[in-house]
């Protein structure tokens, strides 16, 4: 696996050597982040379910002023380490050992908010959905941010929670992306 663009283009990353972590494909990941582009710069991301922190190197890679790792699994938590340590970018980071609804938890008692959210959870357990939810009750997204869903096709996602709403989709193999924004950011050009 490698760093698709940006200032780390080309890297090599290691992964996970567990079959329950399931890498995001170099062509989702590419579709990824031609959809957020123009969100990246100086934003602050977040990468729950992080796994070997690819997408959030990424998203480091082209730009990103912060991002914030979220796993439950010290085996992943390992492997991201080591990536970021042989990329020397240790200073824009912050990693949380933790499952998905403490660090949710968490950011909403510090009041802290990310302008992009990525969700890559294990697919068809529900937790996407879960997610999507805890996010919204929080109010950790910023009011112009995007959350983008990684799941499988079969996964049913909700068109919209209380103020959050289902704006793009697309599909790749078994794989979809779902992207959710607030209503009234909605009067933005669709990215």
Not at 12 to 40: A, G, H, M, Q, W
Not at 130 to 156: C, P, V, W
Not at 158 to 175: C, D, H, N, V
């Amino acid at each position: 696996m490698r760093v698709i663009a940006g200032s780390f283009r080309g890297r090599k990353l290691e992964t996970v050597d567990d079959r329950t972590v399931r890498p995001t494909s170099d062509r989702v990941k590419e579709s990824l982040f031609n959809i957020i582009s123009e969100y990246i710069v100086d934003s602050q991301f977040l990468d729950l379910f992080a796994g070997s922190g690819a997408i959030g190197i990424e998203a480091l890679s082209r730009g990103s002023a912060n991002v914030s790792f979220i796993d439950s699994s010290n085996d992943s938590l390992k492997v991201l380490k080591q990536n970021l340590s042989t990329l020397h970018i240790e200073d824009k980071i912050e990693i949380y050992h933790a499952d998905y609804k403490t660090a949710i938890e968490k950011f909403k008692l510090k009041n802290i908010k990310f302008n992009i959210i990525f969700i890559d959870p294990p697919y068809s357990k529900g937790m996407a959905q879960d997610a999507l939810a805890l996010i919204e009750e929080a109010e950790i997204l910023s009011q112009d941010g995007i959350i983008a869903i990684e799941h499988n096709e079969k996964d049913d996602m909700p068109q919209s929670e209380t103020k959050l709403f289902l704006f793009k989709q697309k599909k790749y193999g078994s794989t979809k992306l779902s992207f959710y924004t607030y209503y009234k950011s909605a009067i933005r050009k669709e990215p």
